[in-house]
Structures are given as C-alpha cells and as structure tokens.
C-alpha cells in the first residue's frame, strides 16, 4: 500500500497536524510570484541526483461530508495503519518505493514503465509511466523539470519558505493538490496529499541521505517466477 499506487492501495504519520499549518502560512504570506513558483520548485530538485531515505505513511480522512458518508461504510484497512518503508532515488527518471510494514510492496521504475509488486499476492502491475507521472506523486523527485511542468500547475504559498503546491492539471488524475515541504540541504521532508474523496494522506521522510552513491541494480524489476502479471 502506497503514495505511488493511491491510497486505494494505500498511502504518513501524525504530522498530518502540519497541514493546517500549511493553509495558515498560505492566508498570510507572501506567495512567490506565478511564473516563479515553478522554476523555484526546479532549481530546487535540480540539487537533487539521488535520495536514500526512510518513510511512514498515514491517511485521514479530513472532509466533513465524506467523513459522515463513511461511518454508513465499513472503515478501508489503510485508514487504520501505519505504512513505512523505504526509498532510493536516483535522477533522471530512477525510482524504488519499497513499503515494509505491515505489508510488503514494491514500485520500482527506471525511468519507462512503472513496475508495481506485491509478493503475499504473488501478483505485479506493469504499468506505462507517461500515464501515470501525474498520478504518482513521489516520481517528481526523479522526474525531469518538462514532465512536471506538463503535469503540474505549482504554486509557491510563501515566497520565503521551500514548500509548494502542485494540482494536477488532469482533473481524473488520483489526487487533488500535492504539498512538499524541503528542509536543509534541500532534502524532501514532507508530503501532504489531498484527494477527491475527502482523505488527506502524510507522507514523512527521515534518516534522508542526499546524493549518496546508489547501487542502481536496485531499479531493474524482474517479476519472480509464477508472478501473476498484470499490464494497464
């Protein structure tokens, strides 16, 4: 379960409380203006060329309506837990997501196809990685700068402050908006996540080694034998 897959399949901690901080920064700041925000957000992964990195994951759900709507369903399992992980990065176009607890899952892609693997169902998921750049939030950390200027209208809620507000401009993609956050050394530390259906997913990342040497065997999948494969 994971960011990559939606959190249909499931997607970070209880930072979530940093959200509303988010939406206060952004009534009373200084955004950054319109044509800048993008081209900060590049010049900022442009310091990145490889990631290592731990991560948890949680979802809430944050919208009033749906949360009523929901108590007439049974709770989704992912609502529950804590997922983590961990991530390597390697740019251009190099990603592995690995989630450990409570459930192993596997998305790895080197840059063409997105390979989506989960070994208790002996079943992976090859998928094309043009449709699913906007859908896949945590590719744009070894995305290029062009797919996510196509993917994403980005805004900069303070000029003074390293955090940004992506909305895909495909309005069927997974999510809503997307929040990063960077730290020092222009580290990701944080993902906020907002989708259609009124849950707000967090995303943190700790123990981060930026541009530290990566075996890049890592990023080539092969699907086990008597691996049920699935293409989308």
């Given at each position: 379960m994971n960011l990559l897959h939606k959190t249909a399949s499931a997607l970070t901690i209880s930072t979530l409380a940093l959200a509303p901080i988010f939406a206060t920064q952004t009534l009373y700041a200084a955004p950054a203006p319109t044509q800048q925000a993008p081209q900060n957000l590049i010049k900022q992964l442009s310091g990145i060329q490889s990631i290592q990195a731990e991560f948890s994951q949680n979802t809430k759900l944050t919208n009033a309506r749906h949360t009523a709507a929901q108590k007439k369903q049974p709770t989704p399992q992912h609502m529950n837990q804590t997922f983590s992980g961990v991530m390597q990065v390697a740019r251009p176009g190099k990603f592995y997501w690995e989630t450990l607890k409570p459930a192993k899952q596997t998305i790895v892609t080197t840059g063409k196809v997105v390979w989506i693997y989960d070994p208790d169902l002996e079943?992976?998921?090859?998928?094309s990685l043009d449709e699913q750049i906007a859908n896949t939030p945590a590719l744009l950390l070894s995305g290029n700068a062009q797919d996510i200027m196509n993917a994403y209208d980005v805004s900069q809620p303070d000029a003074k402050k390293t955090?940004?507000?992506l909305k895909?401009?495909?309005?069927?993609?997974?999510?809503?908006r997307l929040l990063i956050s960077f730290g020092r050394n222009n580290t990701p530390t944080l993902m906020i996540l907002e989708d259609s259906m009124g849950q707000t997913t967090t995303i943190n990342f700790r123990n981060i080694?930026?541009?530290?040497?990566?075996?890049?065997?890592?990023?080539?999948?092969s699907p086990p034998k008597g691996t049920d494969i699935i293409e989308q």
């Amino acid at each position: 379960m994971n960011l990559l897959h939606k959190t249909a399949s499931a997607l970070t901690i209880s930072t979530l409380a940093l959200a509303p901080i988010f939406a206060t920064q952004t009534l009373y700041a200084a955004p950054a203006p319109t044509q800048q925000a993008p081209q900060n957000l590049i010049k900022q992964l442009s310091g990145i060329q490889s990631i290592q990195a731990e991560f948890s994951q949680n979802t809430k759900l944050t919208n009033a309506r749906h949360t009523a709507a929901q108590k007439k369903q049974p709770t989704p399992q992912h609502m529950n837990q804590t997922f983590s992980g961990v991530m390597q990065v390697a740019r251009p176009g190099k990603f592995y997501w690995e989630t450990l607890k409570p459930a192993k899952q596997t998305i790895v892609t080197t840059g063409k196809v997105v390979w989506i693997y989960d070994p208790d169902l002996e079943q992976a998921v090859k998928q094309s990685l043009d449709e699913q750049i906007a859908n896949t939030p945590a590719l744009l950390l070894s995305g290029n700068a062009q797919d996510i200027m196509n993917a994403y209208d980005v805004s900069q809620p303070d000029a003074k402050k390293t955090y940004y507000s992506l909305k895909p401009k495909d309005k069927e993609g997974a999510f809503e908006r997307l929040l990063i956050s960077f730290g020092r050394n222009n580290t990701p530390t944080l993902m906020i996540l907002e989708d259609s259906m009124g849950q707000t997913t967090t995303i943190n990342f700790r123990n981060i080694k930026l541009n530290g040497k990566i075996d890049h065997s890592v990023f080539n999948f092969s699907p086990p034998k008597g691996t049920d494969i699935i293409e989308q």
